[in-house]
């Protein structure tokens, strides 16, 4: 099933999500499974549950010809460089930021079936899951952006339109 995407002002995007115990758990299962139709839907990279509205630590990912289930991901390496590149977003329609990211990272998580897992990204793959946990975070891509004369306020006032 297709689920609304939340779009930037929702306070569910800027909230911090909390852990899945049980990640074989229907409810789970049933939430992955809507937003992968959800992502690929919009034509999205990526979706994190806090876009469709939960507050459950689970994100999934497409990219580089491969689909990722990440439930409690995180960065446990990163490099040192940084690449900047224009970025979009699912809640941000339309739009897109300049954003610095980490060239590559690790990360861990559980997969959909609740094994856990250890992947090292690089390219569209590691910008992909620094910006899928950032939502997990509350951390938007504004919140990121590369500063100009006018503040990240103003850039996402300007070009938002709700």
Known sequence: MKLDIKKYGEPILRGKTVKIKDPSAKDVQTLISNMLETMKANNGVGLAA???????????????????VLINPQITASSKTKLISEEGCLSFPGKFFPVPRHASVQVRFLDQDGAAQKIKASGLLARAFQHEIDHLDGVLIIDRIKKTRQTKKEIADKKIKK
């Open 50 to 68: 806090p876009q469709v509205g939960s507050t459950l630590r689970l994100c999934v990912v497409d990219a580089e010809g491969s689909a990722y």
